[in-house]
């Protein structure tokens, strides 16, 4: 009979991991019905509305994307007509992502819906779990453990 008093149900990343699904399920559906977007087209679109025009690789490193996917978002954005891109007219290898009017249009909708979603799920806590919730969370993305790969 195995002694290990291993617990999935209480492994930190598998908690991680199951808040994350939890908590982004409903909004989720939202983004997909209303704009047929799926998570990461989603997360391409929020950066641009938050911080003006960038670029794939600027995205890739504030929201921790590989590049692949940051690809085939912005391909499937700019193909709705969410997103222009404009190639770099020093680097040819780059391209300037920018919002559209429509583009611009589906982020304000779905920035509305996050702020209200969020608000949802913080009622679930007091103000100090709120906090430090917030802080643990910011404080374990901001340091990855190394050594383990």
């Known amino acids: 009979m195995p002694t290990d008093t291993f617990r999935l149900e209480t492994f930190l990343p598998y908690l991680l991991n199951q808040a994350a699904e939890v ?11 209303k704009y047929g977007m799926l998570r990461t087209e989603w997360r391409v679109l929020f950066h641009l509305g938050l911080y003006g025009q960038m670029t794939a690789s600027e995205i ?3 929201a ?6 940051i690809s085939r978002a912005v391909h499937r954005l700019t ?6 891109r404009v190639t770099d007219s020093h ?11 429509q583009g611009r249009a589906a982020y304000d909708d779905l920035h509305g ?6 608000q949802k799920l913080l009622a679930q806590l007091d103000a100090d779990e709120a906090e ?8 374990l993305t901001q340091s990855p453990v190394s050594g383990f790969t």
């Open 64 to 69: 921790r994307l590989h590049k692949t996917k």
């Open 113 to 118: 819906i996050a702020r209200q979603y969020e």
């Open 91 to 101: 680097d040819r290898r780059v391209a300037h992502l920018t919002l559209t009017s």
């Open 79 to 84: 193909a709705r007509r969410f997103v222009t």
């Open 23 to 33: 908590s982004s399920l409903s909004f989720q559906q939202v983004y997909k019905e």
């Open 132 to 139: 430090a919730l917030r802080r643990a969370l910011t404080k």
């Open 60 to 62: 890739g490193v504030r």
